[in-house]
């Protein structure tokens, strides 16, 4: 298993450098976060932790946040949304040590993280997997989730859970993920973090913006840092720069230019899914060789890494062109760049001693550049005195996915899960790969129009509905046409009620109904790539009703019941991978976060699940569990100040997720777990300078678990680690 270093070693270097810090200012003098109402639109709040008087974005404080904007086309409060909202502002990613997306959604629930260490994260939320092309946003845009995203450069992440087809077309209906990105404050700062773990992970973080002059502001990030995991070898350099340029040519007119760039290179994790085994490979030898196997082991080679560059660029205006009107837009193009290698462990070769076949990935041309955009217009009126707050606009978005069809698959050699072997890389004329071809392109031109009404003081109506026009087509050959393989009209609406007996609280009732980008097909089944790698789009439906309420002057608690339905996808007997039914989910998840005593801060939930496949024809899965979903998930964080000790906090957590299946015939389960976290934060002043140190141990138990179970990939939790960081004010 893996342990700490030295604990001379690990003080060492919590001395040496830093954390993620905000940047300092003046609070109220009896320590109380600034509301937004109090700080007005786009001001800065404070924060008081001890003697740390700190001061960030108004979507970067506190443990919750009074309003989102990835579920609506503009910043809503959050008691005027009738669905789900979870939003993480920065102060708890920064309180945290959050290295990934992984680290980010713990805090909520109604999700689950997979993935091999150090690749990107696949999140599923509700019970179903969000898609790597359109579940992920950045700022309402299109994020390609096939890198890590760099947390540094983020005010928020939002968490949209249900069908989200009305804001951004085809999505699968679990939800979406979004990022905000940090922006100017209104004061001059710099600040400089070191930080690492005891993976053997290093860094530096500088993050420095305010005005320049009176109409014009920046924000830039940049990091360089050895990235490592807890896979003893794969590790590898991480560099990341990014810039956010305001500027207000007038009061009423604000431009901004962005740019983000980072590059990542680390070995890649074999992994043991459930189609690793061989046949002869009995339930019982196959639960003792996961029980058995030491997480910390490497399976992959040396040269069998993914370097990835990813660069993004987007502009967006916002215009008050009249008293309570405003026009928004943004466009945003992404390139990602991925040599991938990876060390496979081939299916059906995993034998009952660990002995296995090892295969390679190799396709060294992959290519991900989606651009995006949206314009829409956001104002107010009144008819009859009914209160009209809408938002009509479009979109249009093209996103290939590029790629060899025929990456080279060839055996490596023979290893063992247990005792690795080195292997010889391949033979150049063994990797000949076939030209990069678009694979798959999505295209989508919508239009959409959202009106939240307010009939009286206490109710409220929400009806909003999207048009889009999909076109997917793809390439087979090298210069030839891209045939099209899916092209439709669909039309998807949500509908809300939201009654708010007194201030601050809201019961509420939404249907929604969407459209799934398609599930992608296995590289094994035989449909594959005729004529396309990915089903077609399949609608979906939610029913939501819950209550919202701010409560302890700064807490925010929540709780819903959901009812979702989507078709299933899955392999037949024969070998074709198509919809064999549907896949209901219903549920009950609660939630609080925020200030509930003084100097106590939290965020904790609980999620009751019951997932069901629905498919008579197929009495093998009718009625059973969808593989990796569990029944019960949970967890709370808590965050406490001292008062006797000024400075100084200890914080804690407790993450829960019950048993899943690995497959959806329910013949092999995968144990639930429980990890247990540990940390403290210490402000002091050395010289003129404030420091804050931060230590957080994960897994303070050394439980052994598989944490995500999504595609049939048992991927397993880090053992005990340490993080540490420490940050000085410039």
């Keep these: 298993m893996h342990r700490f270093p030295p604990a001379i070693s690990l003080f060492a270097f919590a001395l040496a450098g830093p954390a993620l810090l905000p940047e300092a200012a003046i609070a109220q003098s009896d320590g109380r976060p600034v509301s937004p109402q109090e700080a007005g639109e786009g001001a800065e709040r404070t924060r008081r932790r001890g003697d740390d008087i700190l001061v960030v974005g108004r979507r970067e404080s506190g443990y919750s946040s009074q309003s989102q904007s990835g579920g609506t086309f503009g910043e809503q409060d959050i008691l005027d949304t009738p669905f789900s909202v979870t939003v993480i502002p920065q102060e708890l990613l920064i309180d945290q040590q959050v290295r990934s997306l992984g680290d980010v959604v713990r805090n909520d629930p109604s999700t689950l993280v997979s993935s091999p260490p150090g690749f990107n994260d696949t999140i599923n939320v509700r019970g179903y997997n969000l898609d790597n092309s359109s579940s992920y946003r950045r700022e309402g845009l299109i994020f390609q989730n096939q890198v890590q995203s760099p947390f540094e450069n983020k005010a928020a992440v939002e968490i949209v859970k249900g069908p989200t087809s009305v804001r951004y077309g085809f999505t699968p209906p679990g939800g979406v993920i979004n990022y905000v990105l940090k922006r100017p404050t209104a004061t001059p700062y710099s600040f400089v973090q070191a930080f690492g773990d005891s993976y053997g992970s290093y860094g530096v973080h500088a993050d420095v913006g305010g005005p320049v002059g009176e109409r014009l502001g920046v924000r830039l990030n940049a990091v360089a840092a050895r990235e490592a995991t807890f896979v003893d070898g794969a590790a590898g350099p991480r560099f990341m720069a990014s810039a956010l340029v305001e500027w207000k040519p007038t009061d009423d007119l604000t431009i901004e230019f962005d740019l983000e760039y980072q590059f990542r290179k680390l070995e890649q994790q074999a992994t043991i899914s459930i189609a690793s085994f061989a046949s002869g490979v009995t339930t019982e030898q196959r639960r003792a060789l996961l029980e058995r196997f030491d997480q910390t082991t490497f399976l992959g080679q040396s040269w069998g890494t993914y370097p990835t560059s990813n660069i993004i660029g987007s502009v967006g205006v916002k215009w008050a062109f009249a008293p309570g009107w405003t026009v928004q837009g943004r466009a945003q193009q992404m390139r990602l760049e991925r040599d991938q290698q990876g060390i496979s462990i081939r299916a059906g070769t995993l034998q009952a001693n660990g002995d296995f076949s090892a295969g390679i990935f190799y396709d060294p041309n992959q290519i991900r550049d989606p651009f995006s955009s949206e314009l829409f217009v956001t104002g107010r009126f009144d008819t009859f005195g009914i209160a009209h707050d809408i938002a009509i606009g479009a979109a249009y978005s093209n996103n290939p996915l590029r790629a060899s069809n025929r990456a080279a698959q060839p055996v490596v050699g023979a290893s063992n899960i247990f005792s690795p072997v080195p292997l010889p890389r391949p033979l150049p004329e063994a990797l000949v790969t076939a030209p990069t071809l678009d694979l798959l392109v999505f295209t989508q031109k919508a239009a959409f129009v959202s009106d939240l009404v307010t009939v009286t003081d206490w109710l409220k109506l929400f009806a909003a509905a999207r048009y889009a026009d999909q076109r997917n087509s793809a390439q087979q050959v090298a210069d030839g046409p891209r045939v099209t393989s899916y092209q439709d009209q669909t039309f998807a609406p949500n509908v809300g009620v939201l009654i708010q007996p007194v201030e601050k609280v809201t019961l509420y009732g939404s249907y929604s109904a969407g459209i799934t980008t398609g599930v992608q097909i296995p590289n094994t089944a035989a449909n594959f790539g005729q004529p396309s790698i990915f089903l077609d789009p399949a609608r979906t439906s939610q029913f939501e009703v819950g209550a919202?309420?701010?409560?302890?002057?700064?807490?925010?608690?929540?709780?819903?019941?959901?009812?979702?339905?989507?078709?299933?996808?899955?392999?037949?007997?024969?070998?074709?991978?198509?919809?064999?039914?549907?896949?209901?989910?219903?549920?009950?998840?609660?939630?609080?976060?925020?200030?509930?005593?003084?100097?106590?801060?939290?965020?904790?939930?609980?999620?009751?699940?019951?997932?069901?496949?629905?498919?008579?024809?197929?009495?093998?899965?009718?009625?059973?569990?969808?593989?990796?979903?569990?029944?019960?998930?949970?967890?709370?964080?808590?965050?406490?100040?001292l008062p006797a000790v000024p400075g100084l906090a200890l914080n804690g957590g407790v993450f829960y997720t019950g048993d899943r299946f690995a497959n959806d015939v329910n013949t092999f389960t995968v144990d639930g777990y429980v990890r247990f976290d540990l940390g403290v934060r210490y402000g002091f002043d050395l010289g003129d300078q404030r420091l804050t140190a931060r230590l957080n141990v994960r897994n303070v138990g050394d439980a052994d678990f598989v944490e995500g179970t999504q595609f049939g990939s048992f991927n397993f939790g880090s053992p005990r680690a340490a993080f540490f960081s420490i940050a000085s004010e410039l």
């Design 548 to 641: 919202k309420a701010e409560i302890l002057a700064g807490a925010l608690l929540t709780a819903a019941y959901f009812d979702i339905s989507q078709p299933l996808a899955a392999l037949g007997a024969d070998n074709v991978f198509a919809y064999i039914g549907d896949q209901q989910h219903r549920g009950v998840e609660v939630s609080l976060s925020g200030e509930v005593a003084p100097n106590l801060r939290l965020i904790a939930g609980g999620l009751y699940l019951d997932p069901t496949i629905d498919n008579p024809a197929n009495a093998a899965v009718d009625g059973n569990r969808p593989s990796g979903v569990p029944r019960y998930q949970a967890n709370l964080y808590v965050d406490y100040a």
